[in-house]
């Protein structure tokens, strides 16, 4: 029988952690941004492209867990993108280096707690859908938790919070429309599916595969679906854009391995870097323009 008491003393002992990191952020920067982006393998120097940086070891942060993974700097950086002030973590922890979702999913607690408003979330996948090519970019339109584990999970919820979260619209609805008219602006093809996320770290069986394909996943993952579970509960607006770095187990025939993920990722980085910089620059106009 799970100890309410218990839960209760874990979520006061996680907002008393939380508390430590935000404040230790905040002395380190004067100006929070609005928009954040997350960014996953091989895809971290779109962070090196903000000016006046101000970078934050996470290893420095009270309470922050730190990254193992090649390709996962574990750097927080707040900078401008022309107009646009933005938080860009370079790197995140994964379920299968021994975390806790609690734990994967800090970051985007302290960043809900900041004030960020809008997130990008970003990764390397592996391409289901046979019509995918390794470089191809891929909006994410909906996803499939097949982790078998929820960050919300013994978090006992706030007066703020809902435990029992909507997630009809995860993806912003108007940030689909502006992502997929950025692309066509900008002459980049950018695929539409459905992402699937698994604990790894082993890559999926071929038959494995062949069952996630038949479900419905168009791309597959060691992560992001967390992340994005706890910023759509804080109200967070969502855009997702999976790289595809590789195609998966069975449809080539070929072995895989991490390397080939950072390869690709770095292969399209001015792609990818071109296509996030002008969403960001359009969010902030169209936020603007609201406020």
Known sequence: MVNSNNCRDDYLTMNKQLIES???VKENISDIPRIAII???GLGTFADHLSNRIVISCKDIPHYPVSTVEGHAGLLYFGNLNDARVLALKGRVHSYEGYSLDKVTYPVRIMAQLGIESLIVTNAAGGINRMFEPGDLMLITDHINLMFDNPLIR???SEEESRFVDMSETYHPTYLVLAEQTADDLNIQLKRGTL????GPTYETAAEIRMLRTIGADAG???TIPEVIVAHQHGIKIIGISCITNMATGITGR???HHEVTVTADKIKEKFIALISEIIRRITKSDNQTF
């Open 22 to 24: 935000v404040n230790f």
């Open 39 to 41: 960014l996953g393998s």
């Open 155 to 157: 978090i006992p919820h």
């Open 196 to 199: 699937v996320a698994t604990k």
């Open 221 to 223: 993952t060691m992560s």
């Open 255 to 257: 072995k895989l391995d």
